[in-house]
């Protein structure tokens, strides 16, 4: 089987946000997508190692960016490198909330959308939540960034260097040694070994 196979599939990127009693948090995303218009609802896929998905499925609201092409790859770093467990991701800049009082992006997003989930189903690494859409806002008229453009546009190329290593493709994280153990999984993005090549 061709695993490159699987990159030609279409994927959007989002900051999902949540909310815990005063607790605001927020991690990177690549599946969003509406699936009925009547009733209007959404799912999301999250990893279940990111924080934001424990407040999910204890909270049962969030709100979800569409991040747009003019966002820097700082935001991605600053959402997706970085767990909420250890750090207060939105202590940087003041962001405004939405009508569930959850934050959103309103810089380099081009829209928000708000869900109320309704159902989980677990994908064994990722939960998938079913939502019902309770608000929804367009913030710019900037094209939303792709998996592909990102890849091409935003992700810096991984730095060369003399020492043997493995670059993950998705993250361009780089695991320094002669092998990478077959159970892997990048500590960035979280991808397993499969999606890791050899400098």
Same mark, same amino acid.
């Given at each position: ?14 900051? #999902?946000?949540?909310?815990?009693? /005063?607790?605001?948090? &927020?991690?990177? %995303? ?5 699936? *009925?218009? !009547? ?65 959103? #992006?309103?810089?380099?997003?081009? /829209?928000?959308?708000? &869900?109320?989930? %309704? ?5 064994? *690494?990722? !939960? ?72």
């Amino acid at each position: 089987m061709d695993k490159a196979a699987m990159y030609k599939l279409t994927y959007g990127l989002f900051v #999902l946000t949540a909310k815990d009693g /005063a607790k605001d948090n &927020g991690c990177i %995303i690549n599946t969003a997508m509406q699936v *009925t218009t !009547t009733p209007n609802r959404i799912i999301i896929v999250v990893n279940k190692q990111n924080y934001t998905h424990d407040m999910i499925m204890k909270t049962k609201e969030f709100n979800v960016s569409c991040l747009s092409e003019e966002v820097t790859f700082d935001i991605f770093k600053h959402f997706g490198f970085q767990s909420g467990r250890d750090v207060d991701k939105m202590e940087s800049r003041s962001y405004p909330r939405a009508e569930n009082d959850i934050v959103y #992006l309103d810089e380099m997003s081009s /829209a928000y959308i708000s &869900g109320k989930v %309704i159902s989980e189903t677990d994908m064994g *690494t990722h !939960t998938m939540f079913l939502a019902d859409v309770t608000d929804a806002k367009v913030l710019g008229e900037a094209e939303p960034v792709s998996y592909s453009y990102y890849q091409k546009h935003i992700k810096p190329a991984p730095q060369p260097s003399k020492n043997v290593g493995w670059v993950c493709k998705i993250c361009g994280y780089v695991y320094e040694g002669e092998d990478l153990p077959e159970d892997f999984i990048c500590p960035i993005c979280k991808h397993p070994a499969s999606d890791f090549e050899r400098r």
